[in-house]
């Protein structure tokens, strides 16, 4: 026993160094830099769940899209996007320091990864919803964008002026604790704006209108996307928090509560309609009751967690069949799952405010910033995806869609055993 005591000792000794040094800053930092792993982890989560919803001749196209969304958006965001985020904020709509930024202290650095690892995330939701039909270079220059102005300029609204000022919506009250709004609405809406401009996929809709199913190649790629995901949002949740504390327990518990509500709403949804229960719907139940969380996961009761995602679990049906109404071509749900339940979990996080609920006032700054958000984001994304569109390219051409992204644009077949033509000639390619 003693010896396993005293190899625990041995273990814990570089911590308990740090916490007799400085015990606040020291300990924050490995609870952030622990969150950001995990953040960063979801990007494993989104290529599998995306590629697990695409056809197999797509599944090379959209990991590697999710690989170079992670790849140049750090880059980006740190040149200009955090500046522009979380700078010396004296109008209250963007930062205007603390670009390129080289020379930081310790906690400047672990606050730039941790807050880099956002702005990819919410680039990449993009990926899954213009999946099969998207050009390769369209599609990183859109989203550089994203993350380098369109993103960093919301979350200065609700989050900017860590190095001075105050984001407008800030200052007014809105809450968004983690980002159901800033991230999530913020990522769907531009994917939004981009399957509008690039229109559906080749026979997924009939002339008469009729909905026209196409499979995914591989659910099980889609469920352990959707468990890397759950994953990896405790620390999306739990590392906001920007600090080891008591704090984090609670957040964490409505953020599982929530996840859980949402997969059995759709579930339940199902079951009403006697109708199949989906695997895909399901998994996408859970990550929209993990986004609908995710603004009020640090205020709200877990009562009002579960019922939160609950309703975002409904919210992946109804939305989808919005969705296919209108003739919109979202491969992975993820207009449903990021920007539907984005908004009821941002409305919500001000409904259920823990000790003072269905506040009036509290509702309406909610729908303020979601209206806010929404009317910046969509025009301003439509925008960048048409001039992309017309001046780069966005839209694949027919042939290469027929013959799958992976051959045209990669030169690669993500199963070269059981895909015909499988040697490709790499400089024709």
Not at 175 to 190: E, K, L, R
Not at 287 to 316: E, K, N, Q, Y
Not at 335 to 342: C, L, N, S, Y
Not at 361 to 386: C, D, H, K, N, T
Request: aromatic share 12%; net charge negative; proline share 2%.
């Amino acid at each position: 026993m003693k010896k396993i005591t005293a190899a625990a000792l041995l273990l814990l000794s570089p911590l308990i160094c740090y916490a007799d040094n400085t015990p606040e800053s020291a300990m924050n930092t490995v609870w952030l830099m622990t969150a950001a792993a995990l953040v960063f982890f979801m990007q494993a989560g989104f290529a599998l769940l995306e590629s697990g919803m695409s056809r197999a001749k797509n599944a090379v196209n959209v990991m590697m899209k999710n690989y170079l969304d992670v790849c140049l958006g750090s880059l980006i965001f740190w040149l200009v996007g955090y500046g522009l985020m979380f700078g010396n904020n004296t109008t209250g709509f963007f930062g205007s320091d603390h670009f390129f930024m080289d020379d930081i202290q310790p906690w400047d650095a672990a606050f730039i990864l941790f807050q880099t690892m956002f702005a990819a995330t919410a680039a990449t939701i993009c990926s899954g919803a213009m999946a099969e039909r998207t050009q390769f270079r369209g599609y990183l220059i859109a989203s550089g964008f994203i993350t380098g102005l369109i993103y960093p300029l919301v979350g200065s609204w609700a989050w900017g002026g860590v190095h001075g000022g105050q984001g407008w919506l800030a200052s007014i009250g809105f809450i968004d604790f983690a980002g159901s709004s800033v991230v999530h609405s913020v990522g769907a809406w531009c994917a939004l704006a981009g399957i509008i401009v690039l229109g559906a996929r080749s026979g997924r809709f009939s002339e008469r209108g009729e909905v026209r199913e196409i499979p995914g190649h591989n659910l099980t790629m889609v469920a352990l996307g959707g468990f890397i995901l759950w994953l990896g949002w405790f620390g999306f949740n739990g590392g906001s928090t920007l600090k080891a504390d008591e704090n984090i327990g609670l957040i964490l518990l409505n953020t599982h509560l929530s996840a859980c509500a949402g997969a059995l709403g759709v579930m339940l949804w199902r079951v009403l309609q006697n109708k199949a229960i989906l695997l895909t719907e399901t998994v996408n139940g859970s990550i929209a009751g993990l986004v609908a969380i995710t603004a009020g996961c640090a205020s709200m009761d877990p009562l009002f967690a579960i019922i939160s995602g609950f309703v975002g679990g409904l919210l992946v049906i109804a939305g989808t069949a919005f969705l296919n109404a209108l003739r919109l071509d979202d491969v992975v749900g993820a207009i449903p799952v990021h920007g539907f339940a984005g908004v009821w979990g941002t409305f919500a996080a001000g409904m259920f405010y823990s000790g003072d609920l269905f506040n009036t006032e509290r509702m309406v700054v909610q729908s303020i910033g979601i209206f806010s958000i929404f009317m910046f984001v969509f025009p301003a994304s439509l925008l960048l995806y048409w001039l992309t569109a017309k001046f780069s390219g966005l839209r694949a051409d027919t042939q290469h869609e027929q013959r799958g992204l992976d051959v045209t644009e990669h030169a690669e077949r993500g199963y070269p055993e059981f895909q015909p033509g499988s040697v490709i000639d790499r400089r024709a390619a």
